[in-house]
């Protein structure tokens, strides 16, 4: 695998905002996704490392191995019936419509994410990055069902607070660093705001219809698959003509430089280099 390299800022913020169409990825006949990298966003990504926007149809990837992060599995409402998730820390589970599942998988554990048959996952695979202190933790996850996000409401629209805070509501609560996400729906004519921490970064993807998102620092009109970065931002408004669907995650950056190696993130290559030994070696324990 090809190693990768946070820019040398590690998450300043250089700019007013960054936008990225980010790269299709097709993998056989039953997975297709709109990617997006942490380099496209000049450090503003923080503490996100990696968003896939996916369709899966058929099992795709097999068991693999997590290292250094979290990967976060965000169902949206309209797929189609079950995603199977399996891990290494004895979680056997069927992820339905509007689920989240977190596995913080840290010095390293094993995944196996997959379609029942006849379903249609539509969701967003996000690597959350972990700070030094928290990379060799022991591995752990939780899942939270749709039933028990709390929903906000905006001017003929709303948000599905699936983590974080708003509007006095509590979702699930992100481990090791503040992370807020909204799923947001919004009708024609319809308004959403959301205030939140000016410290926090900010990372949005409209996933269906058109939406203005205008934040203390500026205005933009973004298409579907069109993502956004931007710091420095305490009201964030979004609103649309026709109708939208978007998601907005909001974090607490950590300013820390990291290696990326595939699915795995570590301070050094050295790192990288023990956990695919340890994976090779069976240390990372098995699900099947």
Same mark, same amino acid.
């Given at each position: 695998?090809?190693?990768?390299?946070?820019?040398?800022?590690?998450?300043?913020?250089?700019?007013?905002?960054?936008?990225? /169409?980010?790269?299709?990825?097709?993998?056989?006949?039953?997975?297709?996704?709109?990617?997006?990298?942490?380099?496209?966003?000049?450090?503003? !990504? /923080?503490?996100?490392? !990696?968003?896939?926007?996916?369709?899966?149809?058929?099992?795709?990837?097999?068991?693999?191995?997590?290292?250094?992060?979290?990967?976060?599995?965000?169902?949206?409402?309209?797929?189609?019936?079950?995603?199977?998730?399996?891990?290494?820390?004895?979680?056997?589970?069927?992820?339905?419509?509007?689920?989240?599942?977190?596995?913080?998988?840290?010095?390293?554990?094993?995944?196996?994410?997959?379609?029942?048959?006849? +379903?249609?996952?539509?969701?967003?695979?996000?690597?959350?990055?972990?700070?030094?202190?928290?990379?060799?933790?022991?591995?752990?996850?939780?899942?939270?069902?749709?039933?028990?996000?709390?929903?906000?409401?905006?001017?003929?629209?709303?948000?599905?607070?699936?983590?974080?805070?708003?509007?006095?509501?509590?979702?699930?609560?992100?481990?090791?660093?503040?992370?807020?996400?909204?799923?947001?729906?919004?009708?024609?004519?319809?308004?959403?705001?959301?205030?939140?921490?000016?410290?926090?970064?900010?990372?949005?993807?409209?996933?269906?219809?058109?939406?203005?998102?205008?934040?203390?620092?500026?205005?933009?009109?973004?298409?579907?698959?069109?993502? !956004?970065a931007f710091a420095d931002a305490t009201d964030i408004s979004f609103f649309s003509e026709l109708g939208a669907h978007v998601v907005l995650f909001r974090g607490q950056p950590l300013h820390q430089a990291f290696?990326?190696?595939?699915?795995?993130? !570590?301070?050094?290559?050295?790192?990288? /280099? +023990?956990?695919?030994?340890?994976?090779?070696?069976?240390?990372?324990?098995?699900?099947?």
């Amino acid at each position: 695998m090809n190693t990768q390299h946070i820019d040398k800022l590690a998450g300043a913020a250089c700019e007013t905002h960054v936008l990225s /169409d980010g790269r299709p990825l097709s993998i056989g006949d039953g997975f297709e996704a709109q990617s997006y990298q942490h380099a496209d966003f000049r450090g503003l !990504m /923080d503490p996100l490392i !990696m968003v896939d926007h996916f369709t899966m149809t058929k099992p795709t990837f097999g068991t693999h191995a997590h290292a250094g992060l979290s990967a976060v599995t965000v169902m949206f409402e309209d797929s189609e019936g079950a995603f199977h998730n399996r891990d290494s820390l004895g979680n056997d589970l069927d992820l339905a419509p509007g689920d989240l599942y977190w596995f913080k998988a840290a010095r390293g554990a094993l995944h196996n994410e997959a379609t029942r048959p006849g +379903a249609k996952t539509h969701a967003l695979q996000v690597f959350v990055n972990l700070s030094a202190e928290h990379r060799h933790d022991a591995p752990a996850a939780f899942h939270v069902a749709a039933a028990d996000i709390p929903q906000l409401a905006g001017d003929r629209a709303t948000a599905r607070l699936v983590l974080g805070e708003g509007t006095g509501l509590q979702g699930a609560i992100a481990p090791d660093n503040p992370l807020t996400l909204l799923d947001i729906n919004i009708q024609a004519g319809g308004r959403f705001r959301h205030t939140g921490s000016k410290d926090h970064h900010n990372w949005i993807l409209p996933i269906k219809g058109t939406c203005q998102v205008t934040w203390n620092a500026g205005a933009v009109d973004l298409q579907p698959g069109k993502a !956004m970065a931007f710091a420095d931002a305490t009201d964030i408004s979004f609103f649309s003509e026709l109708g939208a669907h978007v998601v907005l995650f909001r974090g607490q950056p950590l300013h820390q430089a990291f290696v990326q190696r595939g699915p795995y993130a !570590m301070g050094t290559a050295e790192e990288l /280099d +023990a956990v695919e030994a340890a994976y090779r070696s069976g240390r990372l324990g098995s699900i099947d």
